[in-house]
């Protein structure tokens, strides 16, 4: 094509001979690619948020002593809590070591014990790995050294609010702890009493030791999966497992859901694919007058289906530019509404949605071809 | 003469209103297939989080504190109190008791057990106590309506599986063993007096018999063991018994301590948390006829007396948090998904409209006034529209059905209102796309455009 000035004007008076036309035309392909862009990055960026959602579900991971089971209650060495890793997939692992010791509760200046299940608790996160409501909480008390909380069922049997002290004692051994917060699970929690590990270790008469260890960890169930595997590495003396209870709900939910998407959104995408290039065909046909005429001055069909291929290409980049970066940012704000946090853009999103706004045009342009048998003189007698 | 233009329309160039018509099924088939999964997605998730168990938990309301580290509650069997069996028929006669999905009460005890004869265990005082679990499997309630209901703890925690055999049958003397108790029972074997020191390398396994004593000394039942259970939990380590079978252990006849209700719930949405106790009689109704757990829970306290029911929290919160985002998400998509077919199609609509510019203006040379052309153009648009939108609807309803069998396995109810909103949504789109490009037509002097500039 030794003519390449001549080639670019001619492609130039394609696309502005007819604004109408063009503005059509860009508007397909835009809302091609801003759906896909959007539909792309919205779909990557849900499938990582839905592993942190599932954390709303509490600890999924669970350090027990091996030969731990409910008759001989044994118990772990504290120092197991240094060497668990801070994080899975990006995300911190909250992690909480908990002791429970059989003892007997009074609240201050009563007389009247009664038995409960008091908690020691040491680590981060307790509120992540024991999802639940306060149904009182005092964060000016909670940073007292003998603060506790106790389970919603727990303070009612106690008749104890946020400021007041409970006794703790068990054969011979005291303690004494001041309520921050009352928590409601509706779980076993609920009538247990949540110390500071050392408090519950001095009760039990267990310096260093640990009932278990839960752990709250983010990731598909694969990533899951391999860090339990990990971790039963890394401590051979205890039994490493995922709470089957979660692990299987998580698990299946997550196929299902994030199939389902991938699903919708491949549908989607397709059949928004084939809509925009049914659209564009439909104008692509309009152009017989030009294949007519060109093919009439002289014009090669090779030569005159590479003017309007390049014309698609053209048309492609610049729908696929402005649509994508549309559905991106657009992609933001919906991650925002559904999430609450805005959807982080990746950038691979916009190439490839620019790609396949090219691959359609270019694809809507198929039409075209057909044209080359078109004979010029029956054009411009006007048959069609 | 007007039906015989539109009719004509259509014969004397099919393959460019084929095209036409192409992108408005297609268009319209996305919003069907969109709309179609995102009205049955709720409902669907929904039953499948019913996999994470029960949400609901019924204990006594004037009880000891309970003594319950890692699911086995420690507190001897004469400490606490206990609920009637013979209410729990009543669940099925709340306001929501078609979202009442399953129930299991429990009841545990302490159990001397070994499989060998009975009376080497008095003997023996170091052999350990196990908790035995008693609860329902497949079990057949009578609802007070006169009917009767199947249902256990097989379907509240989906999770407790068999690793062999199979459950037991409520009426015989049979019982599923922990995975972990089989094993270790199996290796401790010798310690017993009967066992001659014979440490027994065979774990626990479907066939085998256990011997039962209770605590306070006297012979229990003789058990069959049909299957192993796996829980990953602390009934790794017990033995799960018909409920009957526990309540004569534990000598509470007729009793048991926990309920375990796995309900259908709407997720709590601002109304759905607040205090019943501060709305309007009004809210009040609302509140009590919609599927929130609280709403739920209030119910089945008013018709088992004297019981505490509780919301578990992690359940009903992480799956009204997770359901309200994933149905939030389809929506979103939806909408999406119909303002690109709507773009496209209007684009298509108004592409039909501008190459027909020789026609308009022949039509106007002919003597046709502006409004005319526009009627005449909008029929036709209007035709394809409803052609367009029935094709479409078809065949997203297949895509949506093909969606929902591989993804939920079940096939979703094809929705007629659907074809209506489908319809009229097609034909707004077209008329708008076509709306511009024809009131340019209406102002076309036909002149120049018959001349061909």
């Known amino acids: 094509m030794g003519n390449s000035p001549m080639f670019w004007r001619i492609v130039r008076r394609l696309i502005t001979a007819n604004y109408g036309r063009l503005f059509v035309i860009l508007l397909a392909l835009g809302a091609g690619a801003a759906i896909t862009s959007a539909l792309l990055n919205l779909q990557i960026d849900a499938k ?22 409910a008759t001989s209650g044994g118990t772990l060495d504290q120092t197991v809590i240094a060497g668990l890793p801070a994080e899975n997939a990006g995300k911190p692992v909250p992690a909480v070591a908990f002791l429970y010791v059989i003892g007997e509760v009074a609240k201050a200046g009563e007389i009247h014990y009664q038995a409960a299940v008091i908690a020691g ?13 306060r149904t009182e909480y005092s964060a000016e008390l909670e940073k007292d050294p003998a603060a506790c909380e106790a389970g919603a069922k727990a303070a009612g049997q106690f008749k104890v609010h946020t400021g007041d002290s409970l006794h703790l004692r068990n054969q011979g051994r005291e303690a004494t702890c001041n309520v921050f917060a ?27 030791r640990i009932s278990l260890v839960q752990l709250s960890v983010t990731g598909t169930p694969d990533s899951i999966d391999r860090f339990i595997k990990a971790l039963s590495k890394r401590l051979p003396g205890a039994d490493v497992h995922g709470i089957k209870q979660l692990a299987e709900a998580e698990g299946k939910l997550y196929n299902r859901i994030s199939g389902l998407l991938t699903a919708t959104v491949i549908i989607v995408l397709l059949l928004t694919s084939l809509c925009v290039m049914a659209g ?14 060109m093919k009439a001055i002289g014009g090669s069909v090779r030569r005159v289906v590479r003017l309007f291929l390049a014309e698609a290409i053209v048309m492609g980049i610049v729908g696929g530019l402005i649509g994508s970066a549309f559905g991106i940012l657009g992609s933001i704000w919906l991650g925002k509404t559904v999430f609450g946090v805005a959807a982080e853009p990746r950038w691979i999103v916009y190439p490839v949605s620019v790609g396949i706004t090219i691959i359609v045009s270019i694809a809507s342009a198929f039409p075209l071809r057909r044209l080359a048998s078109i004979r010029p003189a029956s054009v411009f007698r006007g048959e069609a | 003469m007007f039906l015989r233009l539109v009719a004509d329309s259509f014969t004397r160039r099919p393959k460019r209103k084929m095209l036409t018509l192409a992108a408005l099924a297609l268009g319209m088939a996305v919003a069907t297939a969109a709309l179609s999964v995102s009205l049955d997605v709720g409902d669907r ?37 206990y609920l009637p069996e013979a209410d729990l028929g009543k669940l099925k006669t709340i306001f929501w008791r078609h979202n009442i999905k399953a129930f299991a009460p429990i009841l545990e005890a302490q159990v001397k057990a070994s499989p060998f004869s009975e009376y080497s265990l008095s003997d023996s005082p170091s052999w350990p106590a196990f908790t035995v679990i008693g609860t329902w499997v497949n079990h057949e309630v009578k609802i007070p309506d006169g009917t009767t209901y199947v249902t256990g703890i097989e379907k509240t925690n989906p999770w407790w599986q068999l690793k062999e055999g199979r459950w037991f049958r409520e009426g015989g003397n049979e019982c599923v063993i922990g995975k972990n108790l089989a094993a ?73 301590r926990r309920l375990y209700v796995s309900a259908l719930t709407k997720p709590e949405d601002a109304f759905g948390r607040k205090d019943p106790k501060s709305m309007t009689p009004a809210e009040f109704d609302r509140w009590y006829c919609s599927p929130y757990v609280s709403a739920i829970a209030l119910q089945i306290g008013q018709e088992l007396k004297g019981t505490d029911v509780r919301v578990i929290r992690r359940v009903a919160e992480g799956e009204g948090t997770i359901l309200t985002r994933v149905r939030t998400l389809l929506w979103l998509v939806t909408f999406a998904a119909l303002a690109a077919a709507a773009l496209a199609v209007g684009a298509s609509a108004a592409a039909s409209v501008l190459e027909r510019r020789t026609e308009i203006g022949l039509m106007k040379a002919l003597g046709a006034g502006s409004g005319l052309v526009g009627v005449l153009l909008a ?27 591989k993804i939920f396995g079940f096939t979703p109810e094809p ?24 009131r340019r037509a209406s102002q076309y002097d036909p002149a120049p455009i018959l001349r061909g500039e």
């Open chain 2, 379 to 405: 029929a036709e648009q209007l035709l394809v529209a409803f052609v367009g939108g029935g094709i479409g609807y078809a065949v997203g309803i297949l895509l949506a059905r093909l969606l929902g069998e």
């Open chain 2, 45 to 81: 998730l929904a039953q499948e989080f019913r996999s994470l168990g029960a949400n609901l938990l019924v204990t006594p309301e004037a009880d000891s504190l309970p003594l319950e580290i890692g699911g086995v509650d420690y507190r001897p069997a004469n400490a606490g109190a």
């Open chain 1, 182 to 208: 009352v928590v409601a699970t509706g779980g076993a929690e609920d009538t247990q009493i949540f110390t500071k590990l050392a408090t519950a270790q001095t009760l039990a008469e267990l310096p260093g």
């Open chain 2, 415 to 438: 929705k007629l209102f659907l074809l209506f909103i489908v319809l009229v949504l097609a034909s707004f789109i077209t008329l708008l796309g076509s709306a511009y490009p024809l």
């Open chain 2, 184 to 256: 270790a029972m199996g290796t401790r074997l010798g310690e017993l007096p009967g066992s001659g020191g014979v440490v027994a390398k065979d774990k626990l396994k479907p066939g085998s018999t256990l011997f039962t004593y209770t605590l306070n000394g006297h012979l229990g039942p003789k058990l069959d063991v049909v299957g192993v259970l796996d829980t990953g939990g602390p009934e790794d380590n017990a033995i799960v018994v018909p409920l009957d079978i526990a309540q004569s252990l534990a000598g509470k006849p007729g009793e048991y």
């Open chain 1, 121 to 133: 608790t040491e680590g981060q996160g307790l509120t992540q790995v024991r999802p639940g409501r």
């Open chain 1, 280 to 293: 564009m065909s439909n104008v692509a046909i309009e152009r017989k007058n030009d294949v007519g005429l």
């Open chain 1, 48 to 69: 990582r948020r839905l592993t942190t959602e599932f954390r709303a579900l509490g600890a999924n991971v669970i350090v027990v002593p091996r030969d731990a089971n």
